[in-house]
């Protein structure tokens, strides 16, 4: 006697196949699977008008169900000190790349390649908590292959506590693609530390790029590779732009929609949970 029915893994688990029998009037696709279900039995995805485009619902086998102030708040308070940009100390550039490594492809690797060697003096740290020796052994091989010198890669997987202290160990984030990382967008954010993106046409490709339009640094977004190593160059390159986005990114987080109140965000999601109630018992 479900009315409304929210799936919030998609095909990250195997429970999704159950929508296939309807078990519910109305189903809806929320946060745990960035894209489309394909399946006509789920009625709608709830998103925001930056993730899911007006222009690009087609795409959808599911109806954008847009929440006003977006898709997806940020409730954590208890956040580390920012530290200061550690080129001051490390005397280089680090760009960090936080996300999945079941994200990296050979688009992430020539890209990174390329900074490096645009920007000479600068390192890329790899950072996760589970970094296999195969894995690291992997990244090394598919780096050295576009004539990346060892030296000039870290791979690190210490544990900190909080965790949102690995992020002070990178000047500039870096955002895969096509696999966005939103909540990695925020986070890094919430320490100061910038994130350029890549920006396509699929939910899953504009996570942090939603973040930077979200805080008003749309600058940050790339629409092509080349300008994804542009404006990582460029960032690379202005010390002081970089010092001002360490003491601001904090701050343009907390104005923002991310930070509406819990309240706000569920009065929100109960006026479309009514709205596609009503349309549906008002449906021939």
Not at 72 to 85: H, M, R, T, V, W
């Amino acid at each position: 006697q479900i009315d409304i029915l929210i799936d919030l893994g998609g095909y990250t688990h195997l429970k999704t196949y159950a929508m296939l029998y309807k078990p519910a009037p109305i189903i809806i696709s929320y946060l745990g699977y960035l894209n489309t279900l394909g399946m006509k039995e789920v009625d709608y995805i709830l998103t925001d008008r930056y993730t899911i485009p007006e222009d690009k619902a087609y795409l959808y086998t599911e109806k954008p169900l847009y929440l006003d102030k977006g898709y997806q708040i940020f409730a954590e308070k208890n956040l580390p000190d920012i530290q200061e940009c550690p080129y001051k100390t490390n005397g280089y550039i680090t760009f960090g790349s936080f996300n999945c490594t079941s994200k990296f492809n050979d688009t992430n690797f020539f890209i990174w390649s390329k900074l490096l060697e645009k920007v000479p003096d600068s390192k890329l740290l790899i950072y996760r908590t589970r970094l296999s020796k195969n894995m690291i052994k992997y990244f090394k091989t598919k780096l050295e292959k576009r004539g990346v010198s060892l030296d000039r890669v870290i791979f690190s997987s210490r544990t900190y506590s909080p965790h949102y202290k690995a992020y002070s160990l990178a000047d500039i984030s870096l955002d895969p693609y096509p696999f966005s990382g939103m909540s990695i967008a925020i986070e890094t954010a919430m320490m100061g530390v910038p994130t350029i993106t890549l920006v396509g046409e699929g939910m899953q490709s504009r996570g942090a790029g939603r973040i930077n339009h979200i805080i008003g640094l749309d600058e940050l977004n790339a629409s092509y590779g080349d300008e994804y190593i542009e404006k990582a160059v460029s960032l690379a390159n202005d010390k002081p732009k970089l010092e001002k986005l360490r003491k601001e990114l904090r701050e343009k987080i907390n104005a923002s929609d991310l930070r509406q109140s819990a309240v706000e965000f569920t009065r929100d999601l109960e006026d479309k949970y009514r709205k596609v109630w009503s349309d549906f018992i008002n449906s021939p």
